[in-house]
């Protein structure tokens, strides 16, 4: 069993996979627009051709799938966060600067009883992120 964050971004996926490619890395392994259904009654709404029917992406080790949605709704994202561990601060740091670009920090990057870098951000696209350094020593004591 295995469970991946599928994300809708209302009209901008394309743009998103591309801010995630350049800013933390993020690899498309496979994208297919609406235009290339291969069901002939499964069409995206007039204009959205070359829009993301969908997509799948990774960062790090995690799979992650995306999608522009069904039509111009501004994607919402609530109750959920997507939790990215780096190796150490610098890379939180960069992690953390590089997602928050156009974004809205929550809470900085500090030290907490539980690592040495944690933040929340929710980005450009409104994605809600927390950006956390990986403690060996801590790893047993939850956020």
């Known amino acids: 069993m295995k469970v991946q964050a599928y994300i809708t971004f209302g009209g901008r996926c394309e743009e998103a996979l591309e801010f995630y490619t350049k800013s933390i890395g993020a690899e498309v392994s496979g994208l297919m ?11 995206g709404p007039p204009g959205w051709e070359e829009k993301v029917m969908n997509a799948a992406f990774r960062i790090g ?3 992650l799938m995306a999608d522009d949605g069904m039509g111009d709704k501004t994607a919402e994202f609530k109750g959920m966060t997507l939790a990215i561990e780096v190796a150490d601060d610098a890379e939180a740091r960069r992690v953390f600067t590089a997602l928050g670009e156009a974004g809205n920090v929550t809470m900085p ?23 956390n ?11």
Not at 33 to 43: L, N, Q, T
Not at 109 to 117: D, I, R
Not at 133 to 143: K, R, Y
Request: charged fraction near 25%.
């Open 61 to 63: 080790e995690s799979q």
């Open 33 to 43: 627009r609406w235009k290339e259904s291969p069901e002939a009654d499964m069409k």
């Open 133 to 143: 350094v990986a403690d060996a020593t801590a790893a047993s004591t939850p956020p």
């Open 109 to 131: 990057l500090m030290k907490t009883f539980w690592t040495s870098s944690f933040g929340m951000l929710t980005d450009k696209f409104g994605v809600p992120w927390m950006v």
